[in-house]
């Protein structure tokens, strides 16, 4: 094989799939064996970038196994859900949560805490959840009910309907940070738990992604106030919209009293 048939061949590999990692490494490891007698400078690097590519490879599965510590101290649990929310603080929109059962022991390398993903990365993971999870359920409250109800209230509810909308009965939730009240299934409350559990992280991407998606519909009816790009948060250019133009249906007014007169 030549250095450029090998290069495009450890290409190839190296962008397979990311639920395809067991081959990916395999193919990684096959490449190597059989080039690793070729000791032309340019086949070493490219074998060197292989090597590399397994040992990143296997750090971000062992990083990923490490976030299912919960989930593995709670196996004799049939459905184990994981719930996150997300749009507690933007100025404009709903608070929507997501609760998210996952097959046991399945490992989806680049899963964490959708805070600490990539929009590129949220939305692969967001397709990769939703094909493989073994149910997703998602709640949600307008601002109309932030406004008149407050954000506790829109947010556990949210939750609620979350769970009641999986298609399946949970009989453990993982919650990140909070008690859902008015719920009768075992609940265990992890702070930062979109970081610590992979049931929560993958609850955290739907979450994050579908209020993301709804964001931008709104946007093409109230372009004026950039909400493909703050999905509602207060930056400085939204605020100063909301200056220029006051608020839309959307807005929170419980959020805008010190920004807009109303």
Do not use: W
């Amino acid at each position: 094989m030549n250095i450029c048939e090998l290069r495009t061949e450890f290409k190839r590999i190296s962008e397979l799939p990311i639920m395809k990692y067991e081959t990916m490494r395999m193919e990684l490891k096959e490449l190597i064996r059989q080039n690793e007698s070729d000791t032309r400078k340019g086949v070493q690097q490219i074998l060197e970038q292989a090597e590399n590519r397994i040992n990143s490879l296997d750090q971000e599965l062992q990083r990923v196994r490490g976030m299912m510590t919960f989930e593995k101290k709670y196996s004799d649990h049939r459905y184990i859900c994981g719930i996150d929310e997300v749009g507690r603080g933007p100025l404009a929109g709903p608070v929507l949560t997501a609760a998210v059962v996952l097959p046991k022991d399945l490992v989806i390398p680049m899963l964490n805490d959708s805070k600490q993903v990539s929009k590129k990365n949220r939305d692969a993971l967001y397709d990769i959840i939703m094909n493989n999870a073994v149910a997703v359920g998602v709640g949600m409250n307008s601002e109309q009910v932030i406004d008149e109800k407050g954000i506790e209230f829109a947010n556990k509810d949210a939750m609620r309907q979350a769970i009641r909308n999986l298609g399946v009965e949970p009989d453990l939730l993982l919650v990140d940070a909070v008690h859902i009240p008015d719920v009768d299934i075992q609940q265990v409350s992890i702070i930062k738990g979109d970081a610590k559990s992979v049931s929560i992280a993958a609850a955290s991407i739907i979450a994050k992604v579908t209020r993301d998606r709804i964001m931008q519909e709104y946007d093409a009816e109230f372009p004026q106030y950039g909400f493909k790009d703050n999905v509602g948060y207060g930056s400085a250019g939204h605020i100063q919209a909301l200056k220029t133009y006051g608020p839309c249906r959307i807005h929170r007014r419980s959020y805008i009293r010190n920004i807009v007169n109303q």
